[in-house]
Antibody, heavy 119, light 110 residues
Framework: QVQLQESGPGLVKPSETLSLTCTVSNGSISSGGSYWTWVRQLPGKGLEWIGYIYYSGTTYYNPSLESRITMSVDTPKDQFSLKLSSVTAADTAVYYC???????????WGQGTLVTVSS | QSALTQPPSASGSPGQSVTIPCTGTSSDVGGYKYVSWYQQHPGKAPRLMIYEVSKRPSGVPDRFSGSKSGNTASLTVSGLQAEDEADYYCCSYAGSNHFLFGGGTTLTVL
């Protein structure tokens, strides 16, 4: 069973860039045609799909966040990353990395990491 | 694109059945077979419970079932158990490799 683990700063200042990395274990990021996904959960609220990246580097982003998102993949390290620029307090959330093995369902999840945007 | 609509709460007694609806549009729920459901216990990551409207991943009890009619998908939990108390989220493919989640429903086992 593939395992995912998010890492990155828990505190980011307003207007700066949020950067998170997800490390994949018990599996290869470049095998099986999976899409590597970021989802966030605003405090006390529902889930929001941020986007996903194929191992080849092809990306698909949520239109509402697209202008601020960059995703990348590092296949030798079995890692993929999220950068969200110009953050505000509204970006404070628990950020999850996830795998979509078929491009349509999110079947494995990391434990999530809380990122707070505050000065 | 707006989030899918779910009731904020649902409840049932142990052994009973409860159904949670998820309403979208013809551009998402009604237009594709890719509706999934996720269970989330407090402080935990979501867990895939149903995919492609009605399919169960390995390890998910058959008490969980899914269906769809028009622009509304539904999750039914039969034979409610205490451990089913959690938040449930629907998710739909919305075309062009984009996805929408519902606002979530808190299921309480009375």
């Amino acid at each position: 069973q593939v395992q995912l683990q998010e890492s990155g700063p828990g505190l980011v200042k307003p207007s700066e860039t949020l950067s998170l990395t997800c490390t994949v274990s018990n599996g290869s990021i470049s095998s099986g045609g999976s899409y590597w996904t970021w989802v966030r959960q605003l405090p006390g609220k529902g889930l929001e799909w941020i986007g996903y990246i194929y191992y080849s580097g092809t990306t698909y982003y949520n239109p509402s966040l697209e202008s601020r998102i960059t995703m990348s993949v590092d296949t030798p390290k079995d890692q993929f990353s999220l950068k969200l620029s110009s953050v505000t307090a509204a970006d404070t959330a628990v950020y999850y990395c996830s795998r979509s093995s078929d491009g349509y369902n999110f079947d494995s999840w990391g434990q999530g990491t809380l990122v707070t945007v505050s000065s | 694109q707006s989030a899918l609509t779910q009731p904020p709460s649902a409840s049932g007694s142990p052994g009973q059945s409860v159904t949670i609806p998820c309403t979208g549009t013809s551009s998402d729920v009604g237009g594709y077979k890719y509706v999934s459901w996720y269970q989330q216990h407090p402080g935990k990551a979501p867990r895939l419970m149903i995919y492609e409207v009605s399919k169960r991943p390995s390890g998910v009890p058959d008490r969980f079932s899914g269906s769809k009619s028009g622009n509304t998908a539904s999750l039914t939990v039969s034979g409610l158990q205490a451990e089913d108390e959690a938040d449930y989220y629907c998710c739909s493919y919305a075309g062009s490799n984009h996805f929408l989640f519902g606002g979530g429903t808190t299921l309480t086992v009375l």
